[in-house]
Each structure stands twice: as structure tokens, then as C-alpha cells.
């Protein structure tokens, strides 16, 4: 009897274990997902500042020219 409810124990962890584990990988999907958008946004505002540089670069050899 004892060894049948060690091996009931254990098979209890191991599933709480593949749960845990499930959870823990779905989060750090979604973590990464995030992370994915913001370095997407990011290079957005990169390109639409180097957009206002490069304008105000020609402003300024128009007006000191």
C-alpha cells in the first residue's frame, strides 16, 4: 500500500508540474509577443524621427543656402 500511494503522490506532482510548467511557458509567450510589438513600435518611432531629421536638415540648407 505504501508504494502505490508514492507513486499516487508522484503522479499527483507530475501533473501539477505539467500544469505549472504550461502556465509558466504560455506567460513567457505572451511576455515575448509584448515584447515583440513594443521593438515594433520602437522602430517606428525610429524611422518617423529620422523622417523629422532628414526634413529639418533640408529646412535648414534651404533657408541658410
Given at each position: 500500500a505504501p508504494a502505490r500511494q508514492v507513486s499516487g503522490l508522484a503522479e499527483q506532482l507530475e501533473?501539477?508540474?505539467?500544469?505549472?510548467?504550461?502556465?509558466h511557458n504560455e506567460l513567457i509567450q505572451e511576455r515575448l509577443q509584448e515584447?515583440?510589438?513594443?521593438?515594433?513600435?520602437v522602430g517606428q518611432a525610429e524611422a518617423e524621427l529620422q523622417q523629422v531629421c532628414r526634413t529639418v536638415e533640408a529646412a535648414y540648407r534651404d533657408l541658410c543656402l
Open positions: 501533473e501539477r508540474l505539467f500544469h505549472l510548467y504550461g502556465l515584447l515583440a510589438e513594443v521593438m515594433e513600435r
